[in-house]
Nanobody, 116 residues
Framework: QVQLVESGGGLVQAGGSLSLSCSAS????????MGWYRQAPGKQRELVAV???????NYADSVKGRFTISRDNAKNTVYLQMNSLKPEDTAVYYC??????????WGQGTQVTVSS
């Protein structure tokens, strides 16, 4: 079992910044990447960013140049720095950890609201 605990999020005006963090515990040796997804009301959950254990990153086109994903392997924590936020970034953000077991673990989600 892997437990993912998220923190951060909240309410910010358009153009502002927020930072999310996600700490993993438990059977972390099964994790081969960590990332963030988001789900806006009435929409499907979508990938925001992912980072592998080796540090390779991938971003959704909609956040490239504005969001940065990073990880601290010693702390088993992944971060998402979100700059130049837009109202369309409003969503529940979920931490995600794919594993070598063939299924991912998910955090509980944290709300990000960007006002115009």
């Amino acid at each position: 079992q892997v437990q993912l605990v998220e923190s951060g999020g909240g309410l910010v005006q358009a153009g502002g910044s927020l930072s999310l963090s996600c700490s993993a515990s438990g059977s972390i040796f099964t994790i081969n990447a960590m990332g963030w997804y988001r789900q806006a009301p009435g929409k499907q959950r979508e990938l925001v960013a992912v980072i592998t254990s080796g540090g390779s990153t991938n971003y959704a086109d909609s956040v490239k140049g504005r969001f940065t994903i990073s990880r601290d392997n010693a702390k088993n924590t992944v971060y998402l720095q979100m700059n130049s936020l837009k109202p369309e970034d409003t969503a529940v953000y979920y931490c995600n950890a794919p594993t070598v077991l063939g299924y991912p673990y998910w955090g509980q989600g944290t709300q990000v609201t960007v006002s115009s």
